[in-house]
C-alpha cells in the first residue's frame, strides 16, 4: 500500500471516531447530550483544553518531566535487558537456573510495586523511573534472549570454523540476528516506559502528564482527563516515529526492512 493512501486511510479512522464523538455529546441520538458531556466531554472542549495548555506553555515542563522520567526509564531497563539477555541466552545452564525466578518477578502486577517503589526512592523522578523500568526491562529481555537463540546454526558453525573469536561472533552474528527481535520489543516497550512513567505520577507527584491527568480527575474536569489522554497518545506516538527512523538505520541490511515501513 502507498505511503499516501495508507496516511489517508489512517486520517480518515481519526476523523470518523471524533465525528462519532461529536455525535454522540452534541445530538440527542443516544441520549441526553448533557448527561453525555459530563462522562465524555465533547471534542471542542479538548480541543480548547489542549490548545489553552500549550498556549500558556505550561504542558512543556510537565512533558519535560514525563520524557524525561519515561527516557531513563527506557534507557536503563533496555540496556540492562541485552547485557543480561545476551548473557543467558549464551549460558543455557544458568540460564534455565534461573528461569523460574525471572518469570516470577515479570508476574508482579506493577501498580503494586509503585507504593514500594515511592517508599524506597521518594516522590521523585526515580520512583517512576523504577516502575518504567520494570515495564522495559522484561519485554526487551524476552526479545534479546529468543533472538540470541534464534541465531541461524550454519552461519554460527561456520562463523567458528574461520576462526571468529567470540567479541567478533557477537557483532557480526548475534547482534545481527537479534537486532529484528530488539527492535520489535523496543516499539512496545516505548510505550510502556511512557505509562509506567504516567501511572507513577498520578498515583503521587507535583509534576508530569500523569499530575496533570490525576489533578483534571481530581477536579471532576472530563475534559482535562481526556486532553491530557491525547497528548500523551500524540507524545508516544512521536517517539515511536522516532525509533523508527533509527531503525530504518540499523536495519537497512535486511531486505524487506523498506516493505514494512
Not at 85 to 95: E, S, V
Amino acid at each position: 500500500m502507498r505511503r499516501s493512501v495508507l496516511f489517508l486511510l489512517q486520517a480518515l479512522v481519526a476523523v470518523v471516531a471524533v465525528l462519532f464523538w461529536w455525535v454522540l455529546t452534541n445530538t440527542a441520538l443516544f441520549g441526553d447530550p448533557a448527561r453525555t458531556q459530563f462522562f465524555f466531554s465533547t471534542p471542542g472542549d479538548v480541543a480548547r483544553q489542549i490548545l489553552a495548555w500549550f498556549a500558556s506553555g505550561d504542558i512543556w515542563y510537565h512533558l519535560w518531566i514525563t520524557l524525561l522520567e519515561a527516557a531513563l526509564a527506557f534507557v536503563i531497563g533496555t540496556v540492562a535487558a541485552l547485557i543480561l539477555g545476551f548473557w543467558l541466552a549464551r549460558r543455557p545452564g544458568l540460564a534455565a537456573v534461573f528461569d523460574p525466578y525471572i518469570k516470577a518477578a515479570n508476574s508482579l502486577p506493577r501498580v503494586v510495586l509503585a507504593p514500594i517503589f515511592t517508599l524506597w526512592f521518594g516522590l521523585g523522578i526515580w520512583s517512576k523511573v523504577a516502575l518504567g523500568f520494570t515495564l522495559v526491562f522484561f519485554i526487551v529481555f524476552f526479545n534479546v534472549y529468543q533472538g540470541v537463540k534464534e541465531v541461524n546454526q550454519t552461519v554460527l558453525q561456520n562463523a567458528r570454523m574461520l576462526g571468529m573469536t567470540e567479541r567478533q561472533l557477537l557483532r557480526h552474528v548475534y547482534l545481527p540476528s537479534a537486532l529484528t527481535w530488539v527492535f520489535s520489543s523496543l516499539h512496545i516497550s516505548i510505550g510502556f516506559a511512557v505509562v509506567g512513567a504516567v501511572v507513577g505520577e498520578y498515583l503521587g507527584s507535583a509534576a508530569g502528564l500523569g499530575y496533570l491527568i490525576a489533578q483534571a480527575e481530581g477536579m471532576f474536569d472530563i475534559a482535562g482527563v481526556f486532553a491530557g489522554m491525547f497528548v500523551l497518545s500524540g507524545f508516544v506516538l512521536v517517539i515511536d516515529w522516532l525509533v523508527t527512523l533509527a531503525e530504518r538505520r540499523l536495519l537497512v541490511w535486511r531486505p524487506d526492512s523498506q516493505s514494512h515501513h
